[in-house]
């Protein structure tokens, strides 16, 4: 592992891009509450598909995965299914995605999804990958979701982070780098719980053939930054941007990765390149072969960032041009803060909060930026998460949903998904399990709208979900399983070299012994007699 700082091939133009921008307002019909800041788009062959939500209706959506339909101004979301041999995949916000083809499988498409942060606000450090199930029989399209198992020195888990793909020599490599996460369990107490901290400048490469995962420290990223942007291409991966929450600086970062694959374990060579970019929490979208379109993000705490940036890659070179924005509305400028997400096909989905609006307080406005026709894609990919930081910008909590209208028709595929055994939070996790979603109330505090669930690591089945309730966990244990790197195991899967559940204790009824010298208090026998004397003695 090199790292060097030179005078790297680049130029910076202030030439104006000729492309065509159309801003188009997308109907604020509200049914139910679905959009939060921090979903993700995912684009399978022209087929949008919308990720990462919580609290969505059970009959409506199973799998919190929607077919985003586009027609005319009006946007409807269609419920998704997945095959039954995929995974779990819970609802996670601001994870790091990407896309790569594999060329071994007719160029099937691949999207890659690592980390984020959950509803229960706990923050993964799996690595799942999504691909269009072949389900030529059926009309809708459904997806297959597997886990993938990494080993080595696995990253912690985090969000705000970039997932880039290298292929290169018949090996696919990823390069994951940067990061927001919670203080160490060691330093974490009920004061500062919330507390988040960048993560350690390393960089990871995850081996797809193999699953092994690499760090590498690079001495000239000194500290960690989180929300940057990164394109790769072939072995390089170029960084530009970013946010340092120690000092809430965001300086004009613009790094160069190379990646060498030549030897049996890989190296990262770091180049420091002059004239970066100072942005934080953008997205890119890919406008043509070569070229990437970099949209929104912040400049500052308070301060959006109103203009568009070409980036166009040749070879070695590096080339960075100013472009017009489109037309921003009144109600986008007046805004504190944006939201969104690409589409691909050049193409961005931007959000702000209804509080511009002085009729409706809780709606929500929704906006597609088209920057022209794609050309013929290449071997790049970009990654950034959904442009929001909350440290940014304080009006994003995890309490704020946003509204969609939602087409759920019936299908046989959602009739399957309907039953007590469905994939999800409202499964039948074990024989004891009783969750019932019409009556059931948050138990942990960490719960929202959903029973937080702990995976049980059992070797027979591939392990499976179970609610923490259902399992007796009382809130401390939860919390140090979410903290350590500890298998769980249910009450029905349990083993000695795992933890399990801890069966309450039946309390012993014991009676009291009587001593032998205590007298027991004598009662008097009230006779008629008596009670007669008694009577006329008080009168």
């Known amino acids: 592992m090199n790292s060097t700082k030179q005078n790297f091939s680049f130029q910076r133009s202030n030439q104006n891009s000729t492309a065509t921008m159309i801003l188009q307002m997308v109907s604020e019909k509200t049914t139910t509450n679905l959009i939060h800041p921090g979903f993700s788009l995912l684009n399978f062959h022209n087929e949008i598909f919308l990720f990462g939500q919580k609290g969505w209706p059970r009959r409506s959506c199973t799998t919190g995965v929607f077919l985003l339909h586009l027609k005319g101004h009006q946007m409807k979301l269609k419920p998704v299914s997945f095959s039954s041999d995929s995974c779990y995949l819970p609802p996670l916000c601001r994870p790091a995605i990407t896309h790569y083809s594999d060329p071994s499988e007719t160029g099937s498409l691949f999207y890659l999804i690592h980390g984020g942060r959950t509803p229960n606000n706990e923050l993964l450090n799996s690595l799942y990958v999504m691909v269009v199930h072949d389900n030529s029989a059926k009309k809708r399209t459904s997806l297959c979701c597997s886990e993938k198992n990494i080993k080595g020195n696995v990253p912690k888990g985090r969000y705000g982070h970039t997932i880039n793909v290298i292929q290169n020599k018949g090996q696919t ?66 960084v530009l941007g970013g946010h340092s929450i120690k000092n809430n600086y965001r300086p004009a970062r613009l790094l160069s990765l190379k990646v060498d694959l030549s030897d049996d374990c890989p190296s990262v060579k770091c180049t420091i390149l002059d004239g970066g970019i100072s942005v934080s929490s953008a997205i890119v979208t890919q406008s043509g072969r070569d070229e990437f379109i970099i949209v929104g993000g912040y400049e500052s705490e308070s301060q959006k960032r109103m203009i568009c ?3 166009a890659l040749e070879n070695d070179n590096i080339q960075i041009l100013e472009k017009d924005p489109p037309v921003w509305t009144c109600d986008i400028k007046a805004s504190k803060s944006w939201f969104g997400s690409d589409m691909g096909s050049s193409k961005v989905l931007i959000g702000i909060p209804g509080e511009t609006k002085q009729n409706v307080s809780d709606a929500n406005y929704f906006y597609i930026a088209n920057f022209g026709e794609p050309k013929e894609e290449s071997q790049m990919s970009a990654s950034q998460e959904s442009f929001t930081d909350p440290e940014e910008c304080s009006t994003f909590e995890d309490s704020e949903e946003f509204h969609f209208e939602v087409d ?104 009291p012994i009587k001593s032998p010298r205590k007298k027991s208090p004598a009662t008097l026998k009230r006779t008629p007699m008596k009670k007669s004397f008694l009577k006329r003695l008080f009168d």
């Open 173 to 238: 490599i990823c390069v994951l780098l940067g990061g927001r996460t919670y203080l160490p369990p060691g330093q974490r107490t009920t004061e500062n719980w919330n507390s988040l901290v960048d993560c350690l400048p390393e960089i990871y490469l995850i081996d797809m053939n193999t699953g092994l995962c690499t760090s590498h420290r690079l001495p000239e990223i000194e500290e960690g930054f989180s929300f940057h942007v990164s394109i790769s291409k072939i072995d390089t991966v170029y």
């Open 408 to 511: 759920a028709g019936p299908s046989d595929d959602m009739e399957n998904l309907d039953d007590g055994d469905e994939e999800g939070y409202w499964i039948k996790c074990s024989s004891i399990c009783n969750l019932n979603i019409k009556i059931w109330v948050p138990y942990y505090s960490t719960e929202f709208n959903k029973p937080a669930m702990i995976f049980c690591s059992n070797t027979g089945d591939d392990g499976h979900w179970v609610h923490a309730q259902c399992m007796n966990l009382t809130e401390s244990q939860l919390i140090q399983f979410s903290q350590e790197n500890i298998k769980y195991f249910c009450n029905e899967h349990y083993i000695d070299r795992g933890i399990k559940t801890p069966h309450k204790k039946k309390q012993l009824k014991r009676t």
């Open 309 to 311: 940036n070409t980036i």
